[in-house]
């Protein structure tokens, strides 16, 4: 939770009372439970399910980017909104750009309205299924394998705590028709001089190459280190629930700060990658060739659809030597992305080890 100053601008909201949901056992606020995929209280342990709507499907839909109507960058700076909690009546002061958080006098689930007049709302989650302690776990196992990391280090790391964050995405699907010329080479063993040499024969070469992108993901957030969250991927955004707000009770959440528009951008970088790849694999396999150079292409895109999901991390961090380093988990398969202390004693060991490795190759080569 953040606190600005109040003289920026400012929107009053009041939160959505199916997510205040009270335990009937003992009247605490019940938070969504990884580990169950439901509703569960945090004081006596009730458990309950969390009823489907039966009149929508399950996933989130796919969305014609073509008739999306709210396209830009939603990165507000330092606009606020006061958050009315339903529980107590309390005010509360967030970023506009927040979705829940949890009400700092009563501790009630404070889950917003998802969309307003400038924004879109979820169309799917992917519900947290690593809890804290599991969190906490992989982040041991994850830094006794890093191999750079000072001994002490790995002894005395333990996780400040962990906050479960639900983060924006976007993701892509499409259809790719690319027009493509190269050059593919096909190698040959000749005899010269009594010494035996590869020499490639080039030929020109055209055609189309077409391919289906599903899901291509793009970060839809700039709050976070974003080569930290590129290390937490894959996630299975096949495996998303259609929004509800229950699911992200009792965790904080972030609404999009970077719009369809400048994120579909992002994307067809990230797919012109793919198709490059792609054609050179084809050109490679058709024409039974060793090499391809030279290769130009022009992409068109056609049946652009897209998703705006929720997808669920565990954001942390511990101290060594008076520094903190972070790292996160991501809450549905558990891998672990972050930065580690380097013990420049253990890097000086596997430089020297390399170089003494590659000269006793060579020795061994000229040797033998």
């Known amino acids: 939770m953040s606190e600005f100053d109040t003289n920026v601008s400012t929107q009053t909201v009041d939160t959505l009372k199916?997510?205040?949901?009270?335990?009937?056992?003992?009247?605490?606020?019940?938070?969504?439970?990884?580990?169950?995929?439901?509703?569960?209280?945090?004081?006596?342990?009730?458990?309950?399910?969390?009823?489907?709507?039966?009149?929508?499907?399950?996933?989130?839909?796919?969305l014609d980017i073509s008739t999306a109507d709210k396209l830009e960058n939603c990165n507000w700076g330092l606009t606020t909104?006061?958050?009315?909690?339903?529980?107590?009546?309390?005010e509360s002061i967030y970023d506009a750009l927040q979705i829940s958080a949890v009400c700092p006098f009563c501790g009630s689930n404070q889950v917003m309205e998802a969309s307003d007049k400038e924004t879109m709302a979820p169309g799917g989650v992917v519900p947290f299924q690593v809890t804290d302690r599991q969190a906490s776990e992989?982040?041991?196992k994850w830094i006794k394998r890093k191999w750079f990391c000072p001994k002490m280090a790995k002894e005395s790391a333990?996780?400040?705590?962990?906050?479960?964050?639900?983060?924006?995405?976007?993701?892509?699907?499409?259809?790719?028709v690319s027009e493509y010329r190269a050059d593919y080479g096909k190698d040959r063993i000749v005899n010269r001089n009594n010494e035996k040499k590869i020499v490639t024969d080039?030929?020109?070469?055209?055609?189309?190459?077409?391919?289906?992108?599903?899901?291509?993901?793009?970060?839809?957030?700039?709050?976070?280190?974003?080569?930290?969250?590129?290390?937490?991927?894959?996630f299975d955004t096949a495996a998303n629930k259609k929004y509800k707000p229950e699911y992200i009770a009792g965790f904080v959440a972030e609404r999009y700060a970077i719009g369809i528009k400048e994120a579909w951008q992002q994307a067809k970088e990230a797919i012109r990658g793919k198709v490059d790849r792609g054609i050179?694999?084809?050109i490679l396999h058709h024409h039974h060739a060793d090499r391809v150079r030279n290769l130009e292409f022009q992409t068109s895109y056609h049946n652009v659809t897209y998703k705006y999901l929720l997808l669920p991390v565990w954001i942390s961090n511990y101290k060594y030597q008076e520094k903190v380093y972070h790292f996160m988990v991501n809450g549905q398969t558990g891998k672990v992305s972050g930065k580690t202390?380097?013990?420049?004693?253990?890097v000086v060991i596997t430089v020297v080890a390399a170089i003494a490795a590659t000269a006793l190759l060579a020795w061994l080569y000229n040797y033998f």
């Not at 335990?23 to 309950?48: K, Q, R």
């Not at 055609?207 to 899901?215: A, L, P, R, V």
């Open 202 to 234: 080039w030929y020109p070469t055209r055609g189309t190459y077409k391919e289906s992108i599903d899901d291509e993901l793009i970060i839809g957030t700039t709050n976070h280190n974003q080569s930290m969250l590129r290390g937490l991927e894959p």
């Open 280 to 282: 050179e694999k084809f």
């Open 138 to 140: 992989l982040f041991l």
């Open 81 to 90: 909104k006061t958050v009315l909690c339903q529980a107590c009546g309390a």
């Open 18 to 62: 199916e997510t205040d949901k009270k335990c009937p056992s003992c009247g605490g606020v019940m938070n969504f439970n990884p580990a169950t995929g439901g509703l569960s209280c945090p004081y006596c342990g009730y458990e309950e399910k969390i009823p489907p709507k039966e009149e929508r499907q399950e996933f989130a839909d796919e």
């Open 341 to 346: 202390p380097i013990s420049a004693i253990k």
């Open 158 to 176: 333990k996780a400040k705590n962990f906050n479960g964050v639900y983060l924006p995405y976007w993701t892509f699907d499409a259809d790719t």
